[in-house]
């Protein structure tokens, strides 16, 4: 059976922009209007977006922006109440909201969240689940939904394996606001950056890991993921086997024979 193969051509995008440069992917949430909440049809963009990038051998890194003084504030309760479905996207459905974080989780390459503006609720899917997260200082970042009556069911998932559990609950039980500074401090970002800065670093993140042997990435990357649902006795010999797989990669004998010859690697 022929694996589908997806392409961009022809599709109308209404809620994200996407861009491609450099081996890298630009996700770019396109409702400012909106708070960039998330709608069906932005899952919708979203998911295909990211099937097509792991799909890609020349996309090597997936980075997800956002249009105006929010970066995404989580769920868009207007769609949730069955209003506002109207749209103008062709892009094929292939998964809900939560699907998004499975996306991300199981992309095998590197994605970064360049959040420049707060965040809140559904959006922590996002967050929570790709590999790197840079913040603007002073961005705000919560979980308010016991505040309406809901409970983050599906945001812990992530949350839990990127942040200390009492400090977890904390966030989603009282669904306060933490600033850029506790979020480093809790694992929730990699690193708060002035706002000025933040798309510089970003980008220079961003082609530092394009740089970086693909083939290798997406194999310790799906290991990665595949070991954290493991005991530690279970998981040290699938370890074992995906080393030996990485060292007879093409990527592996090519770094190795770079480094011998004194040159820089040259990936396919």
């Known amino acids: 059976m022929t694996e589908e193969k997806l392409s961009l051509e022809g599709l109308v995008f209404e809620a994200v922009e ?4 450099n081996h890298i992917l630009t996700i770019t949430l396109n409702r400012p209007q909106r708070k960039n909440a998330i709608n069906p049809t932005m899952a919708a963009e979203i998911i295909y977006a990211l099937d097509y990038a792991k799909q890609e051998r020349d996309i090597r890194v997936v980075v997800l922006a956002a249009k105006g003084d929010v970066f995404c504030a989580g769920g868009d309760l207007a769609a949730m109440s069955g209003k506002g479905s109207e749209t103008t996207s062709t892009v094929p459905v292939r998964g809900g909201t939560d699907d998004i974080a499975l996306r991300f989780r199981h992309l095998n390459k590197p994605s970064i969240a360049c959040v420049q503006g707060n965040l809140f609720a559904g959006a ?28 983050p069911f599906m945001v812990m998932g992530g949350l839990f394996r990127v942040m200390p559990q009492r400090a977890a609950l904390d966030f989603v039980m009282r669904g306060n606001s933490i600033s850029t500074a506790q979020a480093e401090k809790w694992g929730l970002i990699n690193e708060a950056v002035p706002a000025d800065a933040l798309q510089d670093h970003v980008a220079s993140l961003a082609a530092e890991l394009a740089s970086l042997a693909p083939g290798t990435m997406q194999l310790g990357l799906a290991a990665y993921v595949a070991q954290d649902a493991m005991d530690f006795d279970s998981a040290l010999p699938f370890l074992r ?3 030996d797989a990485c060292l007879q ?4 004998k090519e770094g190795i024979t770079a480094f011998l010859e004194k040159r820089e690697p040259k990936w396919d």
């Open 249 to 252: 990669s093409a990527d592996a």
């Open 18 to 21: 996407l861009e491609t440069k």
């Open 241 to 243: 086997k995906q080393l």
């Open 124 to 151: 922590l899917l996002f967050l929570c689940n790709v590999t790197h997260a840079i913040a603007a200082e002073g961005v705000k970042f919560s979980a308010p939904e016991i505040k309406r009556g809901i409970w």
